[in-house]
């Protein structure tokens, strides 16, 4: 019923809160849930998508799991996602969404929002180091409020510059074996990269918009926060497991 990873995530998160058994709201779970309501969860579920829409769209994705993508209780088709949204959770768990957000400062004060006070939120965040964004610069707190300012709805050409140039496929078993990749080779020119943001910026593009690292997170989260963008403060941050390309950050709402 549970991924390896997400019953880690899992287990962790109910570690977290021991006897007490938390209202829990999962973002963008699709088909790789942290928790499911047929295990006794008090969990809804948030995405752009419907279940039915999900599942139409993945039917021939032999990558996807149909029976396990989940019914998704609030359907929101822009950034605006805590408007519609009456209830407070004690958590919010949300696995490689962040790095999608145009406006990651919006989308961490839309889920403090919807927070009760002292509740969690669970971030699952690619570490560069281990990733294809290997060779990609990491993300500044200052381009996070650029982007604030602009109030991107969707990835603008500069992330998809950023997105197209330095993407490049890496062996994961081999960085954890001490040998990285040694040189730079994009997919793209740097001119075909710049062509291609332009021209993907005028839709809504998936891309990751931000790249970290354990310490890079924590970083701009303390910039953001000194800067008066961002009221979550750091709870706890896990460095990325022997042999995966992830790493755990918990933001907590201050009582």
Same mark, same amino acid.
């Given at each position: 019923? +549970?991924?390896? &990873?997400?019953?880690?995530?899992?287990? $962790?998160?109910?570690?977290?809160?021991?006897?007490?058994?938390? @209202?829990?709201?999962?973002?963008?779970?699709?088909?790789?849930?942290?928790?499911?309501?047929?295990?006794?969860?008090?969990?809804? $579920?948030?995405?752009?998508?419907?279940?039915?829409?999900?599942?139409?769209?993945?039917?021939?994705?032999?990558?996807?799991?149909?029976?396990?993508?989940?019914?998704?209780? +609030?359907?929101?088709?822009?950034?605006?996602?805590?408007?519609?949204?009456?209830?407070? +959770?004690?958590?919010?768990?949300?696995?490689?969404?962040?790095?999608?957000?145009?406006?990651?400062?919006?989308?961490?004060?839309?889920?403090?929002?919807?927070?009760?006070?002292?509740?969690?939120?669970?971030?699952?965040?690619?570490?560069?180091?281990?990733?294809?964004?290997?060779?990609?610069?990491?993300?500044?707190?200052?381009?996070?409020?650029?982007?604030?300012?602009?109030?991107?709805?969707?990835?603008?050409?500069?992330?998809?510059?950023?997105?197209?140039?330095?993407?490049?496929?890496?062996?994961?078993?081999? &960085?954890?074996?001490?040998?990285?990749?040694?040189?730079?080779?994009?997919?793209?020119?740097?001119?075909?990269?710049?062509?291609?943001?332009?021209?993907? @910026?005028?839709? $809504?593009?998936?891309?990751?918009?931000?790249?970290?690292?354990?310490? !890079?997170?924590?970083?701009?989260?303390?910039?953001?926060?000194?800067?008066?963008?961002?009221?979550?403060? &750091?709870?706890?941050?896990?460095?990325?497991?022997?042999? !995966?390309?992830?790493?755990?950050?918990?933001?907590?709402?201050?009582?």
């Amino acid at each position: 019923m +549970f991924s390896k &990873i997400g019953t880690r995530r899992r287990q $962790y998160l109910i570690n977290r809160f021991g006897k007490v058994k938390p @209202s829990i709201l999962e973002v963008g779970a699709f088909d790789n849930a942290t928790f499911r309501k047929d295990s006794g969860d008090k969990v809804r $579920y948030l995405d752009f998508f419907s279940g039915p829409e999900l599942r139409e769209m993945h039917k021939n994705n032999p990558r996807r799991m149909p029976d396990r993508i989940v019914d998704v209780d +609030f359907v929101v088709k822009s950034s605006h996602f805590a408007k519609g949204i009456r209830e407070k +959770f004690d958590l919010i768990v949300a696995n490689h969404v962040i790095e999608h957000v145009p406006d990651a400062i919006y989308w961490l004060k839309q889920s403090h929002d919807l927070l009760r006070s002292g509740g969690l939120l669970f971030l699952a965040v690619p570490d560069r180091r281990y990733t294809f964004d290997y060779f990609r610069p990491e993300t500044r707190a200052t381009e996070m409020i650029r982007a604030h300012s602009d109030k991107l709805e969707k990835p603008d050409v500069w992330q998809l510059m950023d997105h197209f140039y330095y993407h490049q496929k890496v062996d994961l078993e081999a &960085i954890w074996q001490g040998k990285p990749p040694k040189d730079f080779r994009p997919r793209f020119s740097l001119e075909r990269a710049v062509k291609m943001a332009k021209e993907q @910026s005028k839709v $809504y593009t998936d891309a990751h918009c931000w790249v970290f690292t354990p310490a !890079s997170f924590r970083r701009c989260v303390g910039d953001l926060r000194s800067a008066g963008h961002c009221t979550l403060e &750091i709870d706890a941050i896990e460095d990325t497991v022997q042999g !995966s390309n992830e790493f755990w950050a918990t933001l907590k709402k201050a009582a």
